[in-house]
Every structure is written in structure tokens, then in C-alpha cells.
């Protein structure tokens, strides 16, 4: 579903008024192009849509962020049960890194 950050306009209105239609989405305008009531089609500016082109997708968002929790699971060799359990392998972890044991 689009979010309703676009200025409606209906088709017929879009192909009649081209014209203006381009001059508004040139000053940065964004529309929404309705048919029947429904969105069907958003006009946009070339920089808007290389911008949104360019930006992260929303699943190598999503890989960013579930990364570091693999590599702690790998690293604890099993599933995290607890902030507890988290917190003392990392306690572990820096004892053994400054020479404790």
C-alpha cells in the first residue's frame, strides 16, 4: 500500500494536464495517479527515484542486521537463551583475550 505522502490525481486529470503535471513532479512535487479511487501509478522526480533507487533495500537491511547475532550464535556455538548468557560469554571472552583464565 502506498503511503499517502503523494498528491492525488486521477489518470484522466494526469494525461489532460501532461504538461503541468510535469512542471509540479520538476519543483519536487510527488503525485499519485488514481483510477477508480485507487492508486494505480506515482509520478516522481528523476533525482527522487535515483535516490530511492540508490538507497539500501529493505532485505540487506534486514541481512545487516541479523548478521552480528549469527556470528554470536556461531561463536557461542548454539542459541542465546539470555542476556545473562550473552553477557558472561563476553566476560569469558575478554578474560581470555587479557590473559586470564
Request: aromatic fraction near 2%; avoid cysteine; hydrophobic fraction near 35%.
Amino acid at each position: 500500500m502506498i503511503e499517502n505522502t503523494g498528491t492525488p490525481i486521477s489518470a484522466t486529470e494526469a494525461r489532460v494536464h501532461f504538461g503541468e503535471v510535469l512542471q509540479r513532479v520538476a519543483q519536487g512535487e510527488t503525485l499519485v495517479v488514481e483510477r477508480g479511487g485507487r492508486a494505480v501509478a506515482v509520478i516522481l522526480s528523476v533525482e527522487e527515484y535515483e535516490r530511492l533507487r540508490k538507497a539500501p533495500k529493505q532485505q540487506e537491511i534486514l541481512d545487516a542486521l541479523w548478521r552480528p547475532g549469527q556470528e554470536i550464535r556461531s561463536h557461542l556455538q548454539g542459541p542465546i537463551s539470555s542476556r545473562e548468557e550473552v553477557i558472561r560469554a563476553m566476560r569469558e571472552e575478554r578474560t581470555l583475550e587479557l590473559g586470564g583464565s
